[in-house]
Every structure is written in structure tokens, then in C-alpha cells.
Nanobody, 115 residues
Framework: QVRLVESGGGLVQPGGSLRLSCAAS????????MGWYRQAPGKQRELVAG???????NYAASVKGRFTISRDNAGNTVYLQMNSLKHEDTAVYYC?????????WGQGTQVTVSS
């Protein structure tokens, strides 16, 4: 049982930056992976960035070089630094954690990139 709460979304102009935060609470033992997904209008949910169970990172090709995933020392908060934002980045962003083969999701936070 893991609770995930995202924050940091909002409206930003193209080329701007946002940092999303995901705070994990509850039974947070043995979380194997954490990451960020997004779902844009009319599209399926996709992986944006994530940590593997070995601590390495994966990024969608569309965000490589612009987004950075990180975590605090305790490992209970994951961040997504988003730079050089584009209109195509507009989506609801979801935090995800996997524990004991069960996937947990946050409520989502809206990111809108618009002039």
C-alpha cells in the first residue's frame, strides 16, 4: 500500500521550466521502481522517465536532454525537472511506483505548455 502525491504542475510558456514532485508514503518498503508517466489529450499513457531497480534512469526519446528525474536521499520523493518545455509536453503527469509487483499511481498533476 503506497500513497503517491504529485505536485508542481501548472501553466508554463514554451521554453519554460517546471519541477514536479512525487511524495511517497504508507508502506514504502521494497519499492522496486519509480517513475513519471504522462497522458496527453487523445493519446495513451506513456513513460516519461523512471528509475530502474538498479538505480539507473530511463527516458522517453521525446524528453531526453530536457527532463531529468531525481530522488532525495531517503528515496521517498521523486522529482521531474522539466526544461525547454514544448506544447507537446502538455499532459497530465502521473507518478508511479511498483512494490511487490503491484503498480501504484498518484492522482496526476496537469502540465500545460502554452503561450
Amino acid at each position: 500500500q503506497v500513497r503517491l502525491v504529485e505536485s508542481g504542475g501548472g501553466l508554463v510558456q514554451p521554453g519554460g521550466s517546471l519541477r514536479l514532485s512525487c511524495a511517497a508514503s504508507g508502506s514504502i518498503f521494497a519499492i522496486s521502481t519509480m517513475g513519471w508517466y504522462r497522458q496527453a489529450p487523445g493519446k495513451q499513457r506513456e513513460l516519461v522517465a523512471g528509475f530502474t531497480n538498479l538505480g539507473s534512469t530511463n527516458y522517453a526519446a521525446s524528453v531526453k536532454g530536457r527532463f531529468t528525474i531525481s530522488r532525495d536521499n531517503a528515496g521517498n520523493t521523486v522529482y521531474l525537472q522539466m526544461n525547454s518545455l514544448k506544447h507537446e509536453d502538455t499532459a497530465v503527469y502521473y507518478c508511479n511506483a511498483v512494490q511487490s509487483r503491484v503498480s501504484y499511481w498518484g492522482q496526476g498533476t496537469q502540465v500545460t505548455v502554452s503561450s
